[in-house]
């Protein structure tokens, strides 16, 4: 059934709203709710890596020496550098820019973009392939990041979830959450959801504030989602229906606008 919502957009700081059908299934909704379910991750905070704004995450504050991939670069490293601060080696993925704004030694970029197949005209390549030409096929505890304007969802439909459980922690820019959709195509956005379920927890989600929102009885869905993710293997997770979104070390993406409030995301 469709159903209308309220469709929502900035404009100098403050929020305009206006009825769009958008071809919404109230279905999605619940079960956008559903596999997106926040768990509580038992004996570790949180800690913000990379700038207070856009280009910054959430993740659990278990950082070690390991190795991160980092796909989605453009001209900001932050996350990149606070990660290489912690002693991380940076494998660094964008086929839209020549070169990194800046090197370090722990920096490894690569001219090329992440994607569900392997594309030589637009540089795309696997992750598997990836993980191949870096000899990190037995690598264990490593970190994902993923802003990679929509490929997202192409890349999800092939990965190997044996592939996905080699990284401890994973941080997902998800787009076009709730662009229209047909039934088939939101039913297909569910299984990607679940598919990564099946080796990791959702530990914290934030709505991206460059982007639209729609409200569906007064619950907020972002058009752009960033949700951090952990290894069900690693961490220990519990149910928690209080968490409250955004939390206090969250920031706006843009912050010329008010953060998006996602409330008690888990109600």
Same mark, same amino acid.
């Given at each position: 059934?469709?159903i209308n919502?309220?469709?929502?957009?900035?404009?100098?700081?403050?929020? &305009?709203?206006?009825?769009?059908?958008?071809?919404?299934?109230?279905?999605?909704?619940?079960?956008?709710?559903?596999?997106?379910?926040i768990?509580?991750?038992?004996?570790?905070?949180?800690?913000?890596?990379?700038?207070?704004?856009?280009?910054?995450?959430?993740?659990?504050?278990?950082?070690?020496?390991?190795?991160?991939?980092?796909?989605?670069i453009?001209?900001?490293?932050s996350?990149?550098?606070?990660?290489?601060?912690?002693?991380?080696?940076?494998?660094m993925?964008?086929?839209?820019?020549?070169?990194?704004?800046?090197? *370090?030694?722990?920096?490894?970029?690569f001219?090329?973009?992440?994607?569900?197949?392997?594309?030589?005209?637009?540089?795309?390549?696997?992750?598997?392939?990836f993980?191949?030409?870096?000899?990190?096929?037995?690598?264990?505890?490593?970190?994902?990041?993923?802003?990679?304007?929509?490929?997202?969802?192409?890349?999800?439909?092939?990965?190997?979830?044996?592939?996905?459980?080699?990284?401890d922690?994973?941080?997902?820019?998800?787009?076009?959450?709730?662009?229209?959709?047909?039934?088939?195509?939101? *039913?297909?956005?569910?299984?990607?959801?679940?598919k990564?379920?099946?080796?990791?927890? &959702?530990?914290?989600?934030?709505?991206?504030?460059?982007?639209?929102?729609?409200?569906?009885?007064?619950?907020?869905?972002?058009n752009?989602?960033e &949700?951090?993710?952990?290894?069900?293997? &690693?961490?220990?997770?519990?149910?928690?229906?209080?968490?409250?979104?955004?939390?206090?070390?969250?920031?706006?993406?843009?912050?010329?606008?008010?953060?998006?409030?996602?409330?008690?995301?888990?109600?």
């Amino acid at each position: 059934m469709n159903i209308n919502v309220q469709y929502g957009y900035y404009i100098q700081g403050s929020l &305009v709203g206006f009825n769009l059908n958008l071809n919404a299934y109230e279905e999605y909704y619940k079960e956008l709710k559903r596999v997106l379910k926040i768990k509580h991750v038992k004996n570790f905070p949180f800690v913000r890596v990379g700038k207070a704004n856009d280009g910054g995450y959430l993740m659990i504050d278990d950082l070690c020496e390991h190795i991160a991939y980092s796909f989605g670069i453009s001209n900001d490293v932050s996350w990149d550098n606070d990660m290489a601060n912690c002693g991380y080696h940076i494998y660094m993925y964008d086929p839209t820019i020549e070169r990194l704004p800046y090197e *370090r030694e722990e920096f490894h970029f690569f001219k090329e973009g992440l994607a569900g197949s392997k594309i030589p005209e637009k540089n795309l390549d696997t992750l598997e392939n990836f993980i191949i030409r870096n000899n990190h096929t037995n690598k264990k505890h490593m970190i994902l990041k993923i802003d990679i304007e929509g490929y997202e969802w192409d890349f999800l439909s092939t990965v190997k979830s044996s592939t996905l459980n080699q990284f401890d922690q994973i941080l997902f820019e998800f787009h076009n959450v709730v662009t229209a959709k047909t039934e088939e195509e939101w *039913r297909k956005t569910i299984n990607l959801f679940e598919k990564i379920n099946q080796t990791h927890e &959702v530990a914290h989600i934030h709505g991206n504030n460059c982007d639209s929102i729609i409200t569906i009885d007064n619950q907020v869905f972002p058009n752009a989602l960033e &949700v951090s993710y952990v290894n069900k293997s &690693v961490y220990e997770c519990v149910k928690d229906n209080d968490i409250k979104l955004p939390r206090n070390i969250d920031a706006p993406n843009d912050t010329g606008r008010p953060d998006i409030i996602l409330g008690k995301w888990n109600k």
